[in-house]
């Protein structure tokens, strides 16, 4: 990601940063299959470093059977897309926050 200018992330901010990826990309998946229809979804989030900020994001489903013909490997692209988008997000309004 591009350097934001953001100071560096505390614990708090770190933990938060993680939250609001994973929410991301797990309301993606469901969005896009019937949460009945997803066998396993899960998430992981790691950042590394406070400044620059390294983060890591793996999205890992497997849906039902059913669902044989969907493009697993492109909804979890997106979902990884999603996270990262809320994170920039999130790092740009703790930049404005950051100014004040």
Known sequence: ???L?????????IEELC???????????TS????????TLNISVKV???KPVTVTIDVD???SPLMKD???KG??????????????KYLRALKCHSQE
């Open 32 to 39: 896009k299959v019937p949460s009945k229809r997803i066998e």
């Open 61 to 63: 489903v497997v849906l």
């Open 5 to 13: 200018g953001i100071p560096e992330l505390t614990s708090e901010e």
């Open 19 to 29: 939250v609001v990826a994973e929410k991301a990309a797990r309301e993606y998946v």
């Open 75 to 88: 909804l979890a692209e997106e979902a990884i897309k999603e996270a990262f988008a809320s994170i920039d």
């Open 48 to 50: 590394e470093d406070t």
């Open 70 to 72: 969907f493009d697993v």
């Open 1 to 3: 990601m591009e350097d």
